[in-house]
């Protein structure tokens, strides 16, 4: 056997289905051997007593993306890499987002402007289709899917990213033809343009109201709808960031008729609620948590759960959408103050994923550490075509490795984060488990909550067809 | 006891819930005695042998709408009420219908002017919104919800007639607060726009492809989306013609969910099916099969009949909506010719609907007499604001009565029938069971087959509040 | 028209489906006119301001049962037809209970004995089959069925009453060959006496542990293997006295499935919970609440009342059950002290089950009038095969008519019943509606709580086929 | 790295969740490495153009058992060891099973005097209780968990092996308080008598009536109460060899109340069916088919398949219980000819089990390789408590491989089985997927068809908890 450039020896190595303590040696970026006692390495590190995960796959981040008028997320790729780095992850998959009236191809290619020499872990982007032009569906899709772009993102709300429903049903036809994955955002936009401005009538425009204006009848809807269209179509889906029981109901449903309808949810929907956007009094420190859908009972906390343990989500990701306080809080964006309908969504995310799905789910015994792993990193991998390069352990995977500490005790703080957000929404929030070493193709880049690699380590991938979309896979 | 002017002397009177061997005695057009042995009478019927229904309610019929360039229905009122006396009903519900550009009041003046003294039975108008604009929201239907006009039907199809979901919640919202019913069509236009042209592109241009281009899926999709707009908004809904297991399927749910939801179905879903649309050989013949829902499977059909016995379905209708063979197949409307598109939506009905639901419900051992007549009479009386004055057999209800022969077995024909259309769906259908005499009012205006009252007799009736919208009711 | 013994005048008169204000007249005890402005009557009652309703049938009673070792039930059948009477019913339908060793018609007839004479209003008897021997299934069954004993229960608990799966699937069978239908006790034998006796190791012997003894998965895995037994055999199935969420969704889903499963619920699982049982401090003070099945959880009486709401439940019944209160808590029977096992199971409803139903689902808003009548009347004598004659107000009924002060407020005391129990479950329980006059075969049989016919008024009553075992019925 | 006795090399290994291109390394028994260009191995296997799976674990088989008087099954642990290797398995899991009359301990040590010397794979033992007395429950069972046989099944059916409802509970009382896993047969036992004998007294004695004594609904409410069972109890449960829809939908129903209950299911409801059993013409050829649950519809089949691809099957078995033509058909047992109730119960299948799933669903894209992996192996290790020693690859495990060619052509056929039956159900099946070289513990013990091992190389496994038993596992 040849030597290896890396040897992480003796730590309980863990995949989507098994474990063994044994050692995983890396040559050329990828892990070419699973043995005992593995020797002859130009750098061995030491895991006793902890576990070798995968690195994580975080299939939904935005990163760099303009929101709204004067704002533009709180992360450009270096800082969003760097952030998930420390947070375990080796892989993430930000979105190019098509502003109306421009080209598919010229917003790829200004996101790997922007990508581009920054990125301290490897990216795949997913486009979000914002205007169903004949020469988008036609001509630049198609082209793109070829060239490894194999899934993209629609708007079932948002005024400036809402598809119509003949436009969704088009995007899906595109997708069947080309085999590729459609993601959808499943909140009604009549409906919920109906709530706000019944809700602002009634003067209800502190943060708080965000929740009730879009209540999970909404997402039901959206969520049956958007199936429906997949249906009609003939092509797979994948439901993001469900948040309610009714819509997972709806997804489970789906499935019960055998259509390949598939989920996501994020650590948001599992550990925050609808209270938390009443802030102090019902004002705007409410705003930090405000994100789409919105938090909503612990009754559908408990629903997700479920959902997680019985296998109806298939990924589970960050939804990372950062801003900075003065910008959700309004005193950089003063429209923010006069309507809940002006604070930017999302929140961030990227960084304490892992660490809040590991403890309130492996630490608290509701999930085995083998479905942690397929719901964070295996499972990302095969959803979007880049398995079995990224997401396992295995001998030819890129050596893509994160070394976790099952039983250390951390407290989720802003300073101890990296993300460009200036507060995180768990601030305060306990955990047991947490990521110590991240090993990004052979290279470690993050350790002990510092970077140790570089920007330019990263480069973007281009992907293969879903399994989504292949027979009995 | 004060004498009458008509005694229904020793048939079995049948209400929703009871039967009773008695006579039923008439004073001045109301019912006034249910008794035995009642004497005293300017007239007698001896209905001895036969059954006493209260007289046929058809919430569900179109007369005298345009339909599409150069289209009327076939019905006037004239022909349409003596269609229906003839099929032993006694009050049909037609609509005004909104053009869009008009206002609400004037389409309802219109429709009275072409109803008024042509009516030999009672009539009631729903209204049908295809322009919800504010004038329409805010002030014409509250007027004209005051005013007697109860109940309105939004559509979620066709060109000149469908709102968008933002219009429809704005209905809803008007309905909510002014106490009216809210009747759907549901099927959603921009999915059966896209299946539409798909055919069409790949030359499937018959009349056949109709039903195919317009699946179950996407009734059931704008069902589900109808319901929950209605459950946002937070007021009942009545879904017309069900045509599917899968939309039922919807219903039921939403009715397991403690909703407000209620359905209607009809003839043509019970006993015609996708293929009867093939015609001869996929030819234009097949066009006298052409509505909206399309028939379907014989599967729907068992699904449809099972919600009938165990109480999903509220209403039993018609949707009577007659077109002259000439036109669906393209004689005087060539379009018809180039595409299903263009073929006229809707099947002639007004005066089969009783027998054939008898035959194929009471005389098949699926439903009861009385469950006949709740589906038939009396739940139309009572969603529509129009009980206790019409839909059943009580003391102080008006005169209105269907005999029926229960025995009796009869071949449908056209040649039998007095309906402005030249053809009937049901050719050659036989059943067993048949209205002999229609009294409304008091009035015998249909006795075996042929017209007995006069095109006056009838008279537009001001509704009530819908039981739907009663507590406890 | 002939003269009237009885009119009961300007009432509301309302049956399953319909109101109507108008006269009711009698002759010969039955209904022979209901008409406006009745006049030459014997005697006429002022009904103005009143609701007429058919008199109350309740078709589950127990009366002067041996109830285990020297304890026979509070209620001869001299006071519990008073009770009934004086709570608005005309007809109620005890049980006629084989003691092992013992034929069915010996059991019969020493039933009739008790209640020769003694009975105010009329009844009709179940029998319980407790020893299916081959004469019974073979000889004594079949010829009560011939006989007008239409229906039996069976229980699947009870040391000795509890029929094993064969003899249950024995009696189906005789209940299908000779169109009788059978009702079910669903909580399972041998599940119950392991928890109980689990519990009495535990010490836990106080009446409240009765509810942990029998919790809703027991009665629902009862509920399930009846439905599959009735399944098998291919015969209707009443389950009476349901009580909890999870056996009612087994009663939807079996309906879903078209089968021909029916429910009956009581107001104890409306309006008492198993903290009910505690007593005063776990003392044997709740042993007043002991029934079987146990008083559950407010959520369970929500899907009651939805349950009730949406047509799941065909009838309403009281379940009664009377008992001294030195029985239940243990004076005159020391052994219930040692374990809630002893403690007699059974509660007094007779002369409440109707002013607490209409309380709670009229006045509250939950049920219509209609609705009440049909599951506390009409459906009672369909399902048991009493309609016509029985449970409705229709020209050739029994005149069996209770007024009823739908306004009327009163609070439930034991001093103002009639009942043989020493106690009411309902003491204090505020009501809205009340019935103020009974009317059975044209005799006044109680008034303004005042008993005011005989004994000897009421007869036992031969039974025809249930509409269960009819179609389309 | 220390030299190996064996590497596999250049195959596809194939996990539960992963596959890649490398070499196995193995010593000792066991793989002690995973990597590209292995090298110093005593033997090596060249694997190119095969998959190397993880051998087979069959959960599910009768050895040597008695059934009924006078017959035994067909194999005996060398027979059936034997062909479970041939057909590409590494470790079977017979039973040992207890007479009435008879300890369990003598059980199991009567059952391993027969397994000594004679296997040519590992075996571990599961229990049948059919004599659940207090020393089986109060001492033998709790000792035998202890040593390591971590599962028992319960019959709810058959003359000598049904347990009652009390005795059920009490055996899932004792797992839950030993953490041991409970299998269980269900079908109900007084049902199918009594359909048994309706039918033997119609004349219906030939095998094709062993169908429909034995209905889906027996099965549907023998595994509800199971799971009610176990739900009380509070332990979960496997509900072994499901053939029905209905039986799968109780299971479906359970997992979505968060139950923690398991399913099986096997090669014969997925492939034959009721007709089957008609043999030639309703003769005696059909006794080949009878096995109970029996083989049903082919839409039964559909929803098997669709419960396997949807996740509600955790393990896929054979239910091996081999019988000689002569037995079953009644030659050597005249007995079968006078009833179907008389025939030997049980199909030989642990040959077949594995090509039969793989042809099926793998080869026509149903299931991916990894689900095969995880369906006959994986699960079966997990389950009953022998991973990460078996079912799967990994470094540390066991090196039970199979090394499997996905594209080989077969056709089955009694002459090429090493089974003790005589004849097989599959007789002419054609598959595509066949095992070419099983490896037991890093012995070769079967290639191409021949056995090369040994009778003496298997062993018993002592087992642990299963993973139904461990938070999140």
Redesign the interface.
Known sequence: ??EFDLVVAGGE?I????????DV?VKDGRI????????GAARTIDAAGLWVLPGGVDSHVHIAQPSGPGITMADDFASATAAAACGGNTTVMPFALQERGHGLRETVEAYHAKAKGNCRIDVSFHLIISDATPAVLGQELPALVKAGYTSFKVFMTYDDLVL???SL??VM?VARRERALVMVHAE????L???TERLEAEGKTAPYWHGPSR?D??E??AT??AV??A??VGTPLMVVHVSSRAAMEQI?WA??Q?LPVFAETCPQYLTLTADDLRGLEMDMTGAKYVCSPPPRTTDDQAAIW?GI???VFTTFSSDHAPFRYDDVEGKLNPKARTSFRWVPNGLPGIETRLPIFFSE??S????????FV?LTA?NHARMYGLY?KKG?I????DADLTLWDPHRRETIRQEILHHGADYTPWEGFAVTGWPVVTIARGEVVAEAGRLTGTPGHGTHLARGVSSALR???
Do not use: N, W
């Not at 995949?15 to 044994?22: I, L, Q």
């Not at 070419?32 to 020797?39: K, S, V």
């Not at 608290?364 to 479905?371: C, D, N, T, V, Y």
């Open positions: 056997m040849a190595v995949t989507a289905s098994d474990r063994a303590r044994c040696g070419t051997a699973l043995a005992e006692g593995l020797t119509d429903d003949r049903l088009e036809d009604g936009y009549d409906s343009k109906f709530m209540p009848v909404i039901r809807e049956h709808r429906s269209h249906q009609l489970q499935k019960a055998g479920a343990e019985q296998g789910g492996v608290k015994g509701r999930i085995s550490p083998e479905q397929a295996t079995p396992t295995a001998v030819g995977a027979a009995g896979a």
